[in-house]
């Protein structure tokens, strides 16, 4: 039974189906399945995912599609972690959003989905993200890194705003920051006092593991 | 289950009025009934004459009449079936279908210096294999890929080249003709169970010497269907004035189309237009000259709709670029496209570089897309409730619903989208990271991959051991005539 629970679950995201996703979730919680377990196995689904998109056997529509089913059971599982006293094992934990301004979440979406298959846990923020909320987010969650996104060359200044605020509030040293988007270059990045800048989704998750492990 | 190929799900483009489709067809019965055909065939002059045709035995000269030309035009299928080597690769030729097939070149061409060398046996075979692998690639050609291939007799050259199209490929074949190479032909083809395509070809102006209508009466006298073809250029063979130039293809070809259908009722025909500019500087053919698209299109708009026989393209898979660059690609992209559009059964797009000089396997993958491109547009697409997207549309509204994440998306994205092989997609920072490849790279690779990975279907060895002995059997042909 346990096994097939399981099974259920790593197979409603392979099928990008967000509904049995989450149904197979509820499934681990209400059958008292270990969820570290679970959660286990629902990353290992998407790093299987995020190496067939690497290897070029799958797009992106598939990729997001798998990275939402999984969006809806990892909460579920999490939850169940949490109120077992539990605590699961991850590269890092990584906030992510588009800035103020900015409502392109293609790329955004892609560096999450290929940093959760990497092992990394991943809070995104969304698009369009005013500053104040970016601040408050590194205040709440303590992630290792934050990652902010910019397409545009009008709105790439908003990362600049963020980073000054964190230093207002003496919370730039507590954080690493990695940014990204058409409209960032390397100067710009350096510029600005972020840590490291990245122009593509894979290299993104190669730098997340460099800026943990230094 | 003949392979799908590609359907032109449209009005093929047409660039004439039907007046003018008259006019070619009105002086094309002029010029068979009047100027006539030359023919250095006795059976076939023999045979013309019995059927009403005007011979002047001494000439070698046949005026056709009018009414035997409707007759025999109305006799040739148009659609028609032909047989693989593997089933699933038989041919269902005419109608809207669409197939992409080769153009040969004498040799291969070396992708760094761009200097051209015969191709060692192993190249040969390793360029069908290629194509073998090439799952927009239909059928492949005779001489195919090269016709200078070391330590092969050049008399050896067309059954040799069978033979090694038999071995690494189950995809259906045309052959050549010269020095009766067509029995030995005939007979590969017969021992591995499989069609092979004849071929005859004019000398313009207005004349077929004997080895090709051999190669007419033996194909047509076993069954098999023929590819019929001339080989005009417009102010050197032709007139240079593309109606003049139509007239006289069209009478080329209808002479043979006659000639075949009163040796045998039905048979299978494809009709090939392989027609070039005069460069009028260097006295070769302007290879990739716009004009060639002029005359196909009308070619296919005169056979393939008023005289409804399947039309093959030919004069396509050659440039006048001695490299795989930019003109390479836009004058066989150009062309075939055109050719496509109105209304080809068959376009010889894949693998020749220049001018029948040169071929090469990274052209045909590179070629490969170029084939995919076209079939992708020419299928058009859907359009019902479910393409209409109208729930999905309401379902996701304004910024910030999108489309990237919908059940819809997957389920259509890669019926609605062609994906290119080897094109260069990257975006610019991945492409700097990845080497900065370009299509022509990547082509090479995927060459590289096809051949580390790709093996056709093999014959058995009863067949295999068949076929040693036909080429055995042609070797001994030509020592005795003393051409080995």
Known sequence: MTDEIVENLKRAIIRYDTKEAEIWAKKVVQEKLDPLRAAKAITETIRQIGEHYGQGELFLPELVGAAEAMQRAMPIIEEEIKKRGEKRETLGRIILGTVYGDIHSIGKNMVATLLIAAGFEVKDLGVNVPPEKFVAAVQDYQPDILGMSALLSTTAPEQRRVIRILKEKSLRDKVRIMVGGAAITEKFAQDIGADAYEATAPGAVELAGKLISD | MAMRGFKLNTQPLQLLTQEQVEAIHQGTLKVLSETGIRIEHQEALELLSEHGCQVDFQKKQVRIPEYLVENCLSKVPSTFLVKARDPKNDLKIGGNTVYFTTFPGMRIVDLDTWKSRPATKKENADAV??????????????????????????????????????????????????????????????????????????????????????????????????HISTGDIFGGTAPVTLAGALVITNAELIAIVVLTQLIKSGTRLVVADFVFPQNMRTGSPAFGGIECSLHHVAFNQIWRGKYGIPTNIASVGLSSSKKIDFQCGYEKTSLALLAALSGANLIQLHGGVHGEITYHPVQSILDDDIAGMIGHFIEGFEVNEETLALDLIKQVGPVPGYYLNKEHTRKWWRKEQFLPQVADRLTYPEWLKKGQKDALVLARERMEKILATHHPVPLSPEQDKAIDEILKEARRYYQQKELI
């Open chain 2, 129 to 226: 294999r290629v194509l073998d692998a090439l799952e927009n690639l239909h059928k492949i050609l005779c001489y195919t890929p090269y016709f200078e291939v070391e330590g092969v007799p050049p008399v050896m050259a067309i059954s040799e080249s069978v033979a090694a199209k038999i071995r690494n490929s189950t995809k259906f074949q045309l052959t050549g003709y010269g020095r009766h190479c067509e029995l030995f032909n005939i007979k590969m083809a017969r021992a591995t169970g499989c069609e092979i395509m004849g071929q005859c070809c004019a000398s313009p102006p207005l004349t077929y010497y004997e080895d090709a209508i051999e190669s007419a009466f033996r194909f047509v006298k076993a069954g098999l269907p023929l």
